[in-house]
């Protein structure tokens, strides 16, 4: 991976990331969680509060290019306000997307992640 430039110093939720390859010592709940998100619309009408008109349209998943937008999904999950509501040291990891005619399944696992130490 190379280095980029870096734009400017943003403040916010960023999109689906990804952590440093190292361990991190962390517990997953046993529960899966299931949520809902339409699979195309329009920001603003979502949401005028949280977005201008043109913040525009958007489509999880364009079949005509075989595109996944993953940032959609966060701004999507804040529009129909369904974000995780999750604690400084969880996280919410998506494990599959299932994709129905209208709307988009998000499947995943809440995830704590725990101070490094030994094993208990």
Do not use: C, H, W
Not at 19 to 35: L, S
Not at 62 to 73: H, Q, R
């Amino acid at each position: 991976m190379t280095k980029k430039k870096v734009e400017k110093i943003q403040e916010g939720t960023p999109p689906m990331v990804m952590f440093p390859a190292r361990n991190f010592r962390y517990q997953v709940a046993k529960a899966e969680y299931k949520i809902t998100i339409p699979r195309k619309g329009n920001y603003n009408e979502l949401a005028p509060k949280l977005f201008e008109k043109e913040a525009g349209d958007f489509m999880v998943y364009d079949e005509e290019n075989a595109a996944l937008y993953l940032p959609s999904l966060t701004k999507i999950l804040f529009a129909v306000e369904k974000y995780p509501d999750l604690k400084n040291n969880q996280l919410f990891a998506p494990i599959v997307l299932l994709f129905n005619e209208d709307t988009v399944d998000i499947i995943g696992q809440l995830i704590d992640i725990l101070p490094p130490g030994k094993g208990e």
